[in-house]
């Protein structure tokens, strides 16, 4: 289960990474985050962000034009 | 698929006013296309693309804009996800750092090229941080290797020294604070207030200064005399030396007893006053003894030449004067130790004293009883005989003229070893092992100045033609050429002691029953030295000891964790690379508080509360001092 779901819907890209950026700080280590969004380049970024921090992606689903990743921060 | 070979005879796709026309369908096609493509641009789609090639000149133009706009806006896109991914990429390792992880390093590698330098300026920064942070770490350890040292300083004087906050609690003390007051460190430190120690008298004085010296330093004398009260209630009179410790409103205090270092002044004069009267005397006694020799050699010449009678008898009486005067010179050349003392044999002082008691109950008389108090073991001696002889005799006269209605002599004879304490508060005498000789009496005693000028030659308080006053400056003399010392304690009315040290440089073994050497203790032995150390467990082992070994301090931690419930005492060498010896005794005292250690060195060493010894001692040595320790109750 995730502790928290944060919902990016609706803004576009880089919005999303550059918000999950500024918050995530305030979470603690080790938290589980469901991230949604709906921009076409959000997979692409959320998984270079991924990469970049050294974050774990757990899971990746589509549903429709929504993405829901969730990362182990 | 479009075909573009369509043609429109009515002049055009956009004129074209034909409803049914198959064209018209195709236009509608291509536009909302075209519609379909900028909505996915808007929303940052930058994927598709409009592959068709078309006649009409205007749709293909429009094809053609929408194709470099998509180019446009997605290099654009390209751009804002590079640095949006950098930006963050960056935040998170500031954040780090912030935190103080400095593990973390930022990327170089981005595409776009502010990006990578802002990284490259992140990872200097970083590396100037860890510089800055490694300096600051080295300043850190500097620092508490200095207050370490100052500790060591402080504690280490030899004066007593505390450190007073600006409240007069007193944060730090000294051992020699803790001598002087009673107290233990544990009592004082940051519980006692400087005032507590103040005399009545005193207190408003000191508080002054104390508060005076805060307000302005030079306003305070940096060195007065005052009193304070120890912990029996005892004052003592000190000299106080105070200073501010810059950058705080602390104080910093050395105590000195003014009433210790009296006594050590006073003993420093009399030797001062005892060496230059043996200079002058020693001068006079010698040109008086080539006067002398020349009016004996003449009297004596005159003795054979005269003829009458009445003149022989005179020069018979100038050569018995000349003869006592010769005696005299004799004396106060002993006292001024010109005499020279050639080799000496080993005297058995027990022997001798036991001996003399018949030689001198005759001479005290039967008002006066001899008692002599000798111990159980022989004591080996080299000394002269006939210097023994004056010693004792000048005493037991002495004693014998102060109790003219009878008492007692008590002659006594013993070993003993004066530490380092008692060589502060007699700074002439080194610590070491002594002969202590002693007679006792129980007659008028002396009064202070008397007592301080007994020494002196020709100093008498008896009758004319009953002392000279040479007695005792040619024990002095005397006890001075075997490096000794002689001491008094009178009392009026009750009696007096002189007590005799005679420094035992050598021990003499001879008189040591071999068998008492043995022990079936067991021993470690710490040396790096292979030799010494293989040379002493050796020597041990023969002795009956078992002898563990180790090369350095830790082997020695190690193998005393294993054995520490059987060892009796560690032997350990004060030079070793690595853990030095002081350290190693630290450890094992720190494992078990009561253990015995005696400390091993190349040359003479002093260490408070240590047992040392010398390498260089004879095996004999060695194994008689570790039985003393051994032997020592816990
Ligand atoms: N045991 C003693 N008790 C009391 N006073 C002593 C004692 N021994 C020495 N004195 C004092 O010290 C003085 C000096 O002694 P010292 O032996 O040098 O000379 P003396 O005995 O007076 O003369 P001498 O020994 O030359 O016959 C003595 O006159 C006496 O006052
Ligand atoms: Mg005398």
Not at chain 2, 446 to 468: H, L, Q, V
């Amino acid at each position: 289960m995730a502790d928290r779901l944060i919902d990016y819907r609706g803004l576009k890209c880089p919005y999303p990474i550059l918000k999950l950026s500024a918050t995530y700080p305030n979470f603690k280590e080790g938290e589980i985050v469901e991230v949604l969004g709906d921009c076409p380049t959000f997979e692409k970024d959320i998984k270079a962000w991924c990469s970049k921090l050294g974050k774990t992606i757990l899971n990746l689903e589509k549903h429709g034009n929504t993405i829901k990743v969730t990362i182990r921060i | 698929m479009i075909d573009n070979q369509y043609h429109c005879p009515e002049g055009g796709f956009l004129e074209c006013k034909n409803f049914f026309c198959e064209h018209g369908q195709r236009l509608s096609e291509i536009l909302h296309l075209c519609s379909d493509i900028i909505e996915k641009i808007g929303k940052g789609d930058t994927s598709p693309k409009i592959d068709l090639k078309v006649e009409r000149y205007a749709v293909q133009r429009l094809i053609d804009s929408i194709n470099k706009l998509r180019e446009e806006i997605e290099s654009l896109i390209d751009l804002n996800h590079g640095l949006a991914i950098g930006i963050c990429e960056h935040f998170e390792v500031l954040r780090k750092l912030q935190k103080g992880n400095f593990s973390v390093k930022a990327s170089e590698d981005s595409p776009i090229e502010i990006v990578r330098m802002l990284g490259a300026l992140i990872n200097k920064q970083r590396d100037r941080f860890i510089e800055y942070i490694d300096r600051i770490k080295t300043q850190h350890k500097d620092i508490l290797e200095l207050y370490e040292q100052q500790n060591m300083i402080l504690s280490s004087v030899g004066v007593a020294i505390i450190v007073v906050e600006e409240d007069m609690t007193i944060e730090f003390a000294n051992d020699e604070f803790e001598m002087l007051t009673g107290y233990s460190k544990r009592e004082i430190e940051g519980k006692m207030k400087w005032t507590e120690f103040f005399t009545e008298e005193m207190l408003d004085k000191m508080i002054e200064y104390h508060k005076l010296r805060r307000i302005s330093p030079s306003l305070a004398p940096r060195q007065y005399s005052s009193k304070i009260k120890d912990r029996s209630g005892q004052i003592k009179e000190v000299l106080m030396n105070v200073a501010m410790i810059p950058y705080t409103k602390k104080s910093i205090a050395s105590i000195i007893d003014m009433t210790e270092r009296k006594k050590i002044e006073e003993q420093l004069i009399h030797s001062q006053k005892m060496e230059s009267l043996g200079v002058l005397s020693g001068k006079i006694a010698h040109e008086f003894n080539n006067v002398l020799t020349s009016i004996l050699g003449f009297a004596t010449l005159l003795e054979s030449k005269a003829e009458d009678e009445t003149l022989k008898g005179y020069t018979v009486r100038i050569i018995e004067s000349c003869q006592r005067a010769k005696s005299f010179v004799k004396n106060l050349l002993t006292f001024s130790r010109k005499e020279e003392i050639g080799e000496i044999k080993r005297l058995n002082l027990k022997e001798y004293l036991a001996n003399f008691q018949g030689f001198i109950e005759p001479l005290v008389g039967s008002d006066i009883k001899v008692m002599l108090k000798l111990p159980e073991k022989e004591i080996f001696y080299k000394i002269e005989p006939t210097h023994l002889e004056v010693i004792l005799m000048n005493l037991i006269t002495n004693a014998r003229d102060a109790m003219p209605d009878g008492g007692e002599i008590t002659l006594s004879l013993k070993e003993i070893s004066l530490d380092t304490e008692y060589h502060f508060t007699h700074p002439l005498i080194k610590p070491g092992l002594y002969v202590m000789l002693c007679v006792t009496d129980t007659g008028k005693g002396m009064d202070e100045e008397t007592k301080s000028r007994i020494f002196e030659p020709f100093f008498t308080t008896k009758p004319k033609g009953k002392g000279t006053g040479l007695g005792l400056s040619t024990v002095f003399g005397l006890i001075k050429q075997y490096g000794g010392h002689i001491h008094v304690y009178s009392e009026v009315g009750k009696g007096t002691t002189f007590k005799i040290y005679l420094p035992q440089t050598e021990k003499d073994f001879s008189s040591i029953d071999r068998e008492s050497l043995k022990g079936k203790e067991v021993l470690l032995v710490v040396d790096d030295e292979t030799n010494t150390r293989q040379y002493i467990a050796s020597l041990l082992r023969d002795y009956g000891y078992e002898v563990y070994e180790a090369t350095n301090g830790n082997e020695a931690l190690e193998i005393y964790e294993k054995i520490k419930d059987r060892v009796s005492l560690c032997l350990v060498d004060l030079v070793m690379p690595g853990m030095t010896g002081l350290e190693l005794m630290k450890k094992l005292r720190q494992i078990s508080p009561s253990i015995k250690t005696i400390l091993m060195s190349g040359y003479p060493v002093q260490f408070k509360d240590i047992v040392s010894i010398e390498k260089t001692l004879s095996g004999d040595e060695i194994l008689y001092k570790l039985r003393e320790i051994l032997n020592e109750k816990e």
